[in-house]
């Protein structure tokens, strides 16, 4: 058995030698030059997966939701905020803010105490990006 192994083992590196020879690059015809070839750089564009950095933050008292606004790395480039509170019955509380200015807090007034449910802030950033900066249940 062990021999039967061994033979099927030489075989097998004697098949695959062809495998693993290397192959020399093409040489061009005379009077031709090879490609040049440069590795490809990544190039960071507006709408990378790099999140834009904003700092906010929302909160309620009594029927009282607030949506603050503290600026961040990327605060420069913030051009608006679109604001959206969603209550446990469906409604949904629509505010777009222009050209915000950190450290601004905005309140929207429900009827009843605890009937907001979550908030979802979108900022729009000058290169024309869109990303949600916020979103958390209250």
Known sequence: MKSLFLILLIIL???CTGCLQTISPATPAPGLTAPVTTPMTPVMTPNSTTP???NMSAWQTGPNVYVQYNGGANAADLTSLNIRIFSYNG???SRTINAPVPNT???FTYATSNSANR???VGT?????QQTVLFTYL
Do not use: H, K, L, Y
């Open 91 to 93: 409604n949904v509380e």
């Open 13 to 15: 590196v004697i098949a």
């Open 119 to 121: 908030v979802n802030v």
């Open 125 to 129: 950033f000058s290169s024309g990006r």
């Open 52 to 54: 834009m950095q904003i």
């Open 105 to 107: 807090t905005w309140q």
